[in-house]
């Protein structure tokens, strides 16, 4: 059964980081295009990093360049999103997700998480 699981949300600062890991399972996440995307409540999932898996190229949306990155640990079939200087915003859920092709539609994406909360509050 593949499956993909994120964990490491709560509750952070802003200005303060979080780590999230989207571990698989079922299938190996580098023959994948991995997608991080995020919610907020009443608005559109939207895509944060999506990145390719033939050559790396990677997307990341204009509001989480330089504070996003995306790391990938093959040997334990885990990607991570690393979320530095976070802005305050309420509650949102993050999702990581998989595709056969490298692409920013959410449409596109075949496995989902379940995704984790992200609250950026003082």
């Known amino acids: 059964q593949l499956q993909l699981v994120e964990s490491g949300g709560g509750l952070v600062q802003p200005g303060g980081s979080l780590r999230l890991s989207c571990a698989a399972s079922?299938?190996?996440?580098?023959?994948?295009?991995i997608g991080w995307f995020r919610q907020a409540p009443g608005k559109e999932r939207e895509g944060v990093i999506c990145?390719?898996?033939?050559?790396?190229?990677?997307y990341y949306a204009d509001s989480v360049k330089g504070r996003f990155t995306f790391t990938r640990d093959n040997a334990r079939n885990t990607a991570y999103l690393q979320m530095d200087s976070l802005k305050p915003g309420g509650t949102t859920v993050y999702y990581c997700?998989?595709?056969?092709?490298?692409?920013?539609?959410?449409?596109?994406?075949?496995?989902w998480g379940q995704g984790t909360q992200v609250t950026v509050s003082s």
């Open positions: 079922g299938f190996s996440l580098d023959d994948y295009a």
């Open positions: 997700a998989s595709s056969w092709v490298f692409t920013v539609l959410t449409s596109e994406y075949d496995y």
């Open positions: 990145i390719s898996s033939s050559d790396g190229t990677t």
